[in-house]
């Protein structure tokens, strides 16, 4: 009777914590920002990674298919602080933490970047290198708005970064960048975001066997 009491006793306090409101052990989150943004630990959007060592690679992406993927930059590094004003057109430092993913272009090859946040105040920066931690090696990017909270955004309620169609060097192996202007430590500088790549992005086949 009395361990019967106490299960009783148990499942009701659990109730009401989650009434409450209360995080449990079941759902938790690593930072406040992510809270605030729906991103549960261990639940994370499957992204690319901020190290040259283990790129996310991003498939083939043909005909008019795209490529969807999403993660944030909350707790990375950054890999690559400036980039050429050839590659954004208006600033040369990306000091921010970044995601990073990689591609190879087939000879043929056209495709168009779309990063949106539903972060108010995080502004990405967006770019494709040749060389994964070298931002000398640009060959495309964007800065099409500016943080949201900035003042002056042309796109309205949230910072959204998008470039192309662009033709890519064939047969070479490419580099995507979610990178910020601003540097870590700052309120601009990271944030969940959603990535979307419109092909075609054709990766050449290298070799097709039949056993």
């Given at each position: 009777?009395?361990?019967?009491?106490?299960?009783?006793?148990?499942?009701?306090?659990?109730?009401?914590?989650?009434?409450?409101?209360?995080?449990?052990?079941?759902?938790?989150?690593?930072?406040?920002?992510?809270?605030?943004?729906?991103?549960?630990?261990?639940?994370?959007?499957?992204?690319?990674?901020?190290?040259?060592?283990?790129?996310?690679?991003?498939p083939?992406?043909?005909?008019?298919?795209?490529?969807?993927?999403?993660?944030?930059?909350?707790?990375?590094?950054?890999?690559?602080?400036?980039?050429p004003?050839?590659?954004?057109?208006?600033?040369?430092?990306?000091?921010?933490?970044?995601?990073?993913?990689?591609?190879?272009?087939?000879?043929?090859?056209?495709?168009?970047?779309?990063?949106?946040?539903p972060?108010?105040?995080?502004?990405?920066?967006?770019?494709?290198?040749?060389?994964?931690?070298?931002?000398?090696?640009?060959?495309?990017?964007?800065d099409?708005?500016?943080?949201a909270?900035?003042g002056?955004?042309?796109?309205?309620?949230?910072?959204?970064?998008?470039?192309?169609?662009?033709?890519?060097?064939?047969?070479?192996?490419?580099?995507?960048?979610?990178?910020?202007?601003?540097?870590?430590?700052?309120?601009r500088?990271?944030?969940?975001?959603?990535?979307?790549?419109?092909?075609?992005?054709?990766?050449?086949?290298?070799?097709?066997?039949?056993?």
């Amino acid at each position: 009777m009395k361990n019967l009491m106490k299960t009783k006793y148990v499942v009701l306090a659990a109730a009401l914590l989650l009434v409450a409101g209360v995080v449990t052990a079941d759902v938790y989150y690593d930072t406040k920002e992510d809270y605030r943004n729906g991103i549960v630990a261990g639940n994370q959007p499957t992204a690319g990674t901020d190290t040259c060592a283990s790129p996310t690679v991003i498939p083939g992406v043909g005909g008019g298919d795209t490529f969807n993927d999403g993660g944030t930059t909350v707790g990375n590094t950054d890999t690559v602080g400036t980039v050429p004003i050839s590659c954004n057109g208006n600033y040369t430092t990306v000091a921010g933490p970044d995601e990073i993913y990689t591609f190879t272009t087939g000879p043929a090859n056209n495709a168009t970047f779309l990063v949106t946040t539903p972060d108010a105040n995080y502004d990405p920066s967006i770019y494709v290198l040749t060389t994964c931690n070298d931002g000398t090696s640009c060959v495309a990017g964007a800065d099409n708005c500016f943080a949201a909270n900035a003042g002056g955004n042309p796109c309205g309620a949230v910072s959204d970064e998008t470039f192309g169609p662009v033709a890519l060097a064939g047969n070479t192996q490419h580099f995507f960048y979610v990178d910020s202007f601003y540097a870590v430590g700052g309120t601009r500088d990271d944030g969940p975001y959603n990535l979307a790549i419109t092909g075609p992005l054709p990766v050449e086949l290298i070799e097709f066997t039949i056993e």
